[in-house]
């Protein structure tokens, strides 16, 4: 069964400190998309990925920044985490090219302090 | 910048009624895909219309797409207390999905 995998469902960390989401897919994709998702405010997407070593900005980048070192593997790092970016965060993959839907890991619940 | 907008927000059915969500959006698309989550969890691919289909069926579900008013309706026939869940719909425009806001199904039993 294919499969996106968050490393932690739920988390909770301190304002100021860094904070890494790690998000894992084993279907070959070449794209990597990651999401948060807020009352009333629905997915946002923060970054994507199209290759290896390859980052975009989505709609909210502000503070956040992303790593992709093997083709696999997707990671988002809270700089500095700051009371606003508590949130759900969604990693999600695709195939390459316009005609395939995501396939999304089941988040993980963000909580700073 | 959320490009689909799902209408009603939240809709409450009978265990056996038809549920129908509606999605505008506002730009040229490549395709249209629904997509359902479960409380708290990721969300799930249902289903992806082309642009240059009107209508298609899946199981229980049936989406239909209209570019001339920028729209498209999802339709749950049948409706089961499992499928009480949120529903968007996704923009497939240059290079990434943008998603509505939801629509929140229940079903009671």
């Known amino acids: 069964d294919v499969k996106v995998t968050q490393s932690s469902r739920y988390l909770v960390k301190r304002t100021g400190e860094k904070v890494f989401l790690e998000c894992v897919q084993d279907?070959?994709?070449?794209?990597m998309f990651w999401y948060r998702q807020d009352p009333g405010l629905g997915l946002r997407l923060i970054y994507f990925?199209?290759?290896?070593?390859?980052?975009e900005k989505g709609d909210i980048p502000e503070g956040y920044s992303v790593s992709r070192e093997k083709k696999e593997r997707f990671s988002l790092i809270l700089e500095s985490a700051s009371t606003n970016q508590t949130s759900m965060y969604l990693c999600?993959?695709?195939?390459?090219?316009?005609?395939?839907?995501?396939?999304f890991g089941s988040g993980t619940r963000l909580t700073v302090v | 910048s959320q490009q689909g907008e799902e209408d009603p927000q939240a809709l409450s059915i009978q265990e056996g009624e038809n549920a129908t969500m509606n999605c505008s959006y506002k730009t040229s698309i490549n395709n249209l895909q629904w997509y359902r989550q479960n409380s708290g969890r990721g969300l799930v691919h249902l289903i992806l219309i082309r642009s240059n289909e009107r209508e298609k069926h899946s199981g229980r579900l049936r989406v239909t797409l209209d570019t001339s008013k920028k729209s498209s309706s999802l339709l749950i026939t049948a409706s089961r207390a499992a499928d009480t869940a949120s529903y968007f719909c996704?923009?497939?425009?240059?290079?990434?999905?943008?998603f509505g806001s939801g629509t929140q199904l229940t079903v009671l039993p």
């Open positions: 279907m070959d994709h070449e794209n």
């Open positions: 990925s199209y290759d290896v070593k390859m980052k």
């Open positions: 999600a993959s695709s195939p390459q090219g316009p005609i395939y839907g995501y396939t």
């Open positions: 996704a923009t497939n425009g240059m290079r990434q999905l943008t």
